[in-house]
């Protein structure tokens, strides 16, 4: 059974930085696309970013330049490096990926979140 477990979320003060992680476990034939998605207090699931197994990335425009996303793939993992956080960064932070298990089909799997404060 795949499974996405993600760590680092917290409180932190404006103009700070987090760093996530999420790390793939159980029987996993192949990775593809990862991603970093988010969901603020009444508003609807965003992207965040997304990272390709080649390590082509995509960015919301409001993260461009804030954040970073970046993946190990011998660890089956992914990361996102928020610098310069805003109070409007407060949401719970999805990791998504793509995976194909040793056993079944390929399709998406999600993270619990991590909740992400940023207040002063």
């Known amino acids: 059974q795949v499974q996405l477990v993600e760590s680092g979320g917290g409180l932190v003060q404006p103009g700070g930085s987090l760093r996530l992680s999420c790390v793939a476990s159980?029987?996993?034939?192949?990775?593809?696309?990862m991603a970093w998605h988010r969901q603020a207090p009444g508003k609807q699931r965003e992207l965040v970013a997304s990272v390709t197994s080649g390590g082509t990335t995509n960015y919301a425009d409001s993260m461009k330049g804030r954040f970073t996303i970046s993946r190990d793939n011998a660890k089956n993992a992914v990361y996102l490096q928020m610098n310069s956080l805003k109070s409007e960064d407060t949401a719970v932070y999805y990791c998504?990926?793509?995976?194909?298990?040793?056993?079944?089909?390929?399709?998406?799997?999600w993270g619990q979140g991590t909740q992400v404060t940023v207040s002063s």
């Open positions: 159980g029987r996993i034939f192949s990775m593809y696309t």
């Open positions: 998504n990926a793509d995976i194909h298990p040793s056993i079944g089909g390929r399709r998406d799997y």
